[in-house]
């Protein structure tokens, strides 16, 4: 059987489908890189907001025009989309032939060959389960992987759906992290992404207190460079944690805090631990204790309850706290969520001109944070060599993939991709730095 996957969404999603393509592997089927000529494609989907379900159907969409062709046969959906609207895939996709939910990914194998069977696999198994551990088959370059600490989201925020997606909060034992953190060392990884819905949370479920300071002094003393966390919800961050993040050179000092919001009715009434007092002495006491950190955060524009003087308060917010990385998002009421039936809305259009106002203000903070960086020398993993910019591509401590910039640079000898470089920065490109790297200072 030739099966093909397409991961969308999240890297945990990622995650999952790296999970499923080794299960695919181990029993004796062939990995497409390709939806072309694949007996089977599988479409690991993302449900969280309407853009990430319109991209999904957008992409079974895709597929369904190979299949009209003959140039796949078979369509299996798998995921969030459809743990969220499993019915729903069936009755209005026709095309589709089979769905996991989330609590399925190990059924990948029986579902492939029911489905090539003539069958129509509808696998929905326990989202509370355990998490599944087994092998991966890494999507990512050999030099980064993201690893998975938990499953799951207990916070409950009044505007999510991903509890009823992926289950209560599920701390993975700290030994099988470790094991699969030495493997994918020992196979060249040099930069681990630390990812959870919520790895402040890790160990509370599993071993009755925080963990994640342990887990990561563990971590460090594994063969790797870098290790770089995503996402700490700000009311679990431990004084142990903080002074564990500032004393280890392996952890970036780069930190992901999502904090939606800032004004204190807006963060109470979606179910948000901690008011704007809490969030600035927090904020405040991270960049005290933590030499050149960068914070990275997610801001929801649009959120019930958000009045003008709300908007005015977390721009005013926002400038004072200069996150120079920050993801902005128009507020999407998503059915099953208490905030959907919250009468105090904020008109869609108005939602996104916020969030227009948010992103220029946030573009803004960048600029003035790549320009702080001209003239000094930072630490730069290379990706490779960019044909167009013709410079060399790669990012520094202050990006993460897929999500921040890159870092140009130009190079007397040749780079390897996975290489680590010193780079001395010397200007700015569409919001990305240029630089110069210092021929002394090349390692793998």
Known sequence: MKVAFIALGC?????NCEQMMALVRDSGHRI?????????????????????????????????????RGEIKKILVTGCLSQRYGAEILAELPEVDGILGCGSYVDIVDALEEVLAGGKPQYFGDINAPVDEGDRILSTPEYTAYLRIAEGCDNRCAYCVIPSLRGRYRSRPMENILAEAEELVRGGVRELIVIAQDITRYGIDLYGGHKLAELLKKLCALDVHWIRLHYLYPDEITSELIDVIASEKKILPYLDIPIQHCNDTVLEEMNRRGDKAYLTELFHTLKER?????LRTSIIAGLPYEDGAAFEELCAFLREMKFQRAGVFAYSPEEGTPAAEMEERVDEAEA????????DLQ????DEFNESMLGETVEVLCEGFDGQAQMYVGRSWADSPEVDGHVYFTAEHDVQPGAFVMVRII????????????????HG
């Open 290 to 294: 933590i030499p050149n950190l960068v």
């Open 11 to 15: 890297a945990k999603n990622l995650v």
């Open 32 to 68: 497409c890189k390709e939806p072309a000529g694949a007996d089977v494609v599988v479409v690991n989907t993302c449900g969280f907001i309407d853009s990430a379900k319109s991209e999904a159907i957008d992409q079974i969409l895709q597929m369904a025009a190979l299949k009209e």
């Open 352 to 359: 996104e001109r916020r969030v227009e106002l948010l992103v």
């Open 363 to 366: 573009s803004r903070i960048m």
């Open 427 to 442: 200007g700015s490109m569409d919001g990305d730095m240029t630089g110069e790297a210092e021929e002394d200072a090349i």
